[in-house]
């Protein structure tokens, strides 16, 4: 796909993809998350992005993309956390490493 191709299409995905994030269910609770393992939990019924490292230490965070506010998807085989909506990614820890976004995803205490 081309470039220009790629910019259209994500532009049309994007209000659809932007509320999918907000409306998609979770399957997973912090108390499950094994070492190494991140996943998008409820916690005081809001979405969380929380991540277990393999030090068994608990990061968390806000799944709202620092560039337009989609919720982010955990790729456990990557172990980072990825925009569906224009391709941005976060480290595990939330650290920007790919854009559009240029800012971090902001911590949260649960
Ligand atoms: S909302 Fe655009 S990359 Fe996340």
Request: hydrophobic share 30%; with cysteine; charged share 30%.
């Amino acid at each position: 796909m081309t470039d220009i191709g790629k910019q259209v299409s994500q532009s049309v995905l994007y209000p659809k993809r932007f509320l999918e994030g907000r409306f998609k269910k979770t399957n997973k609770t912090i108390d499950s998350l094994k070492n190494g393992e991140g996943a998008i939990v409820e916690v005081g019924g809001k979405k969380v992005a929380a991540f277990k490292s393999e030090q068994g230490k608990m990061v968390t965070l806000s799944p709202v993309c620092k560039h337009l506010g989609c919720v982010v998807d955990w790729n456990g085989k990557e172990k980072t956390w990825d925009c569906p909506c224009h391709g941005s990614r976060y480290k595990a820890e939330g650290a920007v490493f790919r854009g559009p976004s240029k800012k971090n995803l902001d911590k949260v205490e649960i």
